[in-house]
Every structure is written in C-alpha cells, then in structure tokens.
C-alpha cells in the first residue's frame, strides 16, 4: 500500500501531534526514502510552562527535523496561535490548497474527525475539504482526545522505528517539564504492542482511512 514513490503530506495541529500519533510511521517513510512534507499549524506558545521561550516548541520540532533528516525546504512551521485556529479556518483551507498543487502528495496524514480538540477538529475537516478528491487521507491515533476511533489500518514497524519514536518525542522537553503523561515510553511502547497484536506483529500504529484511492 505505501511504495517508494509516495509523496506524503503530514499535518500537525501544534509540533508534537504527528510524532504522537504516527512517529515511528513517519521514522519508517523516511528510511524508505519517501519524499515527506511536514506542515506544523502552532507552536502553542501560550501553553509552553514557565521558564521557557516563546519559540521553545518550534525549536523543538526542527530537532525532530534535523534527527529525521527532513529539510527546511520540505516543511512549514506557521504560528498560529493554539485554540484558535478555528479562527484562521480559510487561512489554513489556502495553505492546504496551495501545498496540494505545488508538492502533489498522494498520501496525506492528519488528526481524525473524532479527534475533540478543537484545533484538530479544524486540520481534520480542512484536510479533507483540500485532498477529496486528490489523494488518499489516513488519520493518527490520539487516544486521550478519542472517544471513538476506528482502527481500519496498522502501519506495521521494528523496534528500530519505535525507538526513533521516543528519541523524537525526548526532545520536547517543554511537555516533560509540563508532565504529558502520554510521552511516557512506557504507554508508548504499550500501545505499539496493543495494535501490534491486533495483526501478528510485535508493534504497529493504527490508523482511520478517510479515503483511499489505487
């Protein structure tokens, strides 16, 4: 289902989402040599904990960046500001149009619609309204903001990617001074196993499919 050639357009409501929800997916692109554009809508300022600068996420993110071996050229960091973006709705409706013409993605990766943060609930619903009709659109698993979410594809992977995994997620030191218990790599490691053996494999990530197109 995913070959060599795909070119994959990620989307992060605020920095850490994607890596949250699809890292060692991501980490897995990568190595295959997988052309990957990587849009990130807030760098939450207003939530960062005391004693950190404003741009303590951002720089964050371009460590996940730079570790990945992504180039400047093949992401976007905007700064919208975190709980609002429902305010900036056609802004980011633009920029998801615009990047569909000039990057072509055939796979696109975002938040679920059955994601209730109301940030994501906006790159979900504007992601689709963008790639309907033009590429196939999965979204990843963010379980503390679910109630419902439809695992109808697993993104089988190695040690080695989940591994990547948390050594993306260790660099965000703003959300372990702030006690995100979901970086833990206990739960981490955990959940991979839980959709790992929902299909014979030791770690997986799971995924909805919005649209899928052959």
Known sequence: ?????????????????????????????????????????????????????????????????????????????????????????????????????TFQPNIVIGPSLNDFHQDHQVVANEMIRAFKTSASIISYELPWNHVDFKTQLFSKIDERDLQKKVEMLNFYKTQMVAKRYYFNEDFITGLARVRGTQVDHPFAESFEVIRWQI
Not at 4 to 19: G, Q
Not at 52 to 67: G, I, N, S, Y
């Open 1 to 101: 289902m995913f070959s060599s050639n795909s070119r994959v357009l990620i989307l992060s409501p605020h920095t850490d989402d994607a890596e949250l929800g699809c890292g060692a997916t991501i980490s897995r692109f990568v190595a295959a040599g997988m052309e990957i554009f990587w849009i990130c809508f807030s760098t939450a300022e207003d939530s960062l904990p005391d004693g950190f600068p404003e741009d303590a996420l951002e720089r964050e993110f371009k460590q996940v960046l730079d570790f990945l071996k992504i180039s400047d050229k093949n992401s976007l960091v905007l700064n919208y500001r975190v709980r609002k973006l429902s305010e900036v709705r056609q802004e980011i409706l633009d920029i998801l149009v615009k990047t569909r013409k």
